[in-house]
């Protein structure tokens, strides 16, 4: 069930992101590495012209004097321009990764064709941890263009070194502490982000309860302003908890990174002042060696820096490189197998099936055995928590069984090719999506070819409001089917739970040829005279396609008036089936059916 979004070796992080940059923008992934590595090259130069200067001024050689200010002048435009340009591809190759990245994401993530991973926990907070880390992503290659630059500042700086003396190669070995440190801080940052992801999600979540209209209206009636600022101050304390103490963890172990460095560079200089007064070296090459020294200390303090952001943009690098797995797998999960059936001629059959929420102490489903025939229709009915949402995403491959198996036609669900059974299964839910979307594209997504087809779109729409009897939606819209649903938007409308609920029911009514409809409680929301003439409208459609496809329609429904018109009936009690037959065998059963039917029928008198 959930898989594990462990890390990547980060060498496959990092060769994941560059091909990212290749892919996004070549000429500025190409443009950000070349001219960051040239002013990194410019920028070591300046001491080397200096020294000519000063050696040029100490021997009397104007020649030296008027090279080295030449080449001083020229180094300076160089970086100052090539700077520009280096910063430029920089942010271009960012914003044009970070697009594909979230890009990509969205594709993962919408293509695994189950629910489980999207339930998970853990893949909550990843998904979660992933969002909040967009500037860090964002920053993944200019830190990684960075490096490169500081690596070859570092490279330049060792080569004019050594034309002075190779002891001073030694400088560079007292800034290893500090590099080193920078694992240990990185990782520090990594275990605070990820205990801090969950307290983050919490507070998200409070905000938009508050602030969203659903909750909002809740949280006034009842009062629960303080309560929820309450909760708000005690996520966010312990975030900064988790931060603060990460500060100064790391604080420390830079301090002492840099206390090794210092002793390294006071020594160096030391160094080549003795090498002065005993003439191995010139006044130039210790003037080139101070601006050297003073470059190292830079350097190192920045490489340091900068290796320690490069590591927490990895990291960030890294869950998306490990989502992208993780969704990858359960994408590939759902291809590639057996093809569905076209035709349902036997019908689904449950052999032992029970399922279980990850974490859960119980099963939600447990050994369920049942058979839904080609071309019949099924209710399904039970308390609140008896696992009829549970059974009818079981159906549409949205869960896997946690044992037992489901076959289409005696071909095991397991081994279908998901996707390409969903094409041909078509849902409406109690929980249905709100698309803000024209009117028109709100229902025909449900047949998402429809939309590319201009000349019958508006038909097929209007037939499907027609089969979930909808068309009055479409009276109270002010542009008709080209309406902005949503009230966020320019000239958008809201509708009535209701009302979307029939959009929601229309929309799974654009499939006209189904294998397999569900409804489950789709019609909650409507009054008992719009559901039964729902069902009676759909009833007309439903003999055309038990001919031609066989198709099986399963409804949940807590009215009995509506489920009595379907061919049978399963009760769901805990999580078994307590009781299945027809409407007249389970009142002439008199058992919980009957109890429930005879208990809403006095209601209604
Ligand atoms: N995502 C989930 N994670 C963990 N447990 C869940 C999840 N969804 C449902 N459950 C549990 O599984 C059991 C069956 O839930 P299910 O939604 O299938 O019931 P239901 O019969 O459709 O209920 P209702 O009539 O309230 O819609 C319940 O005990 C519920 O708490």
Redesign the pocket.
Known sequence: MAENAGSTSRLRVITTMLHLAWQADRVAAVLAFVLAGLQAITQSFYGLWLMFIVDGIHSGSPLRVVVGAAGGVISIAATVSVAYGAQRAQSRLRDHTRYMMNGQILNLVGAAPTLELH?SPQHLNQLDAFQREGHQLSQVLPRMVELCAVTVQIITTAVLMVRVSPVLLALPLFAVPSLLVSFKTSRIFRDSGRRAAEPARLAEHLVELTATPGGAKEVRLFRLQAEMQSRFQQAHHQIRRFDGRAQIQAAGWSLAGRLVFIAGYVGSIAFVVRQVTIGDATVGEAALIAVLAGQVLGLVSGSSEVLQLTIRSLVAADRFVSLQDVFGRAAQRGRSRAAEPQRLSHGISLRNVSYR??G?AQP?LEKIHLDLPAGSTVAVV?E????????VKLLAGLYSPTSGTITIDGEDLASVDLTRWQDRVSAAF?DHARFELLAREAVALGDIETLSDDTSADLKVLDALERAAATDVLSALPRGLDTQLGSGWPAGVDLSGGQWQKLAISRAMMRRSPALLLLD?PSAALDPETEYRLFEAWSHVAQDLRERVGSITVL?SHRLSTVRMADSIIV?QH?TIAEHGSHEELIHKNGLYAELFHLQASGYR
């Open positions: 339930e929420y990850d859960a939600a039970g609140n928590g008896a696992g009829k949402s549970t059974l109690q409680e949940v769901l999580g």
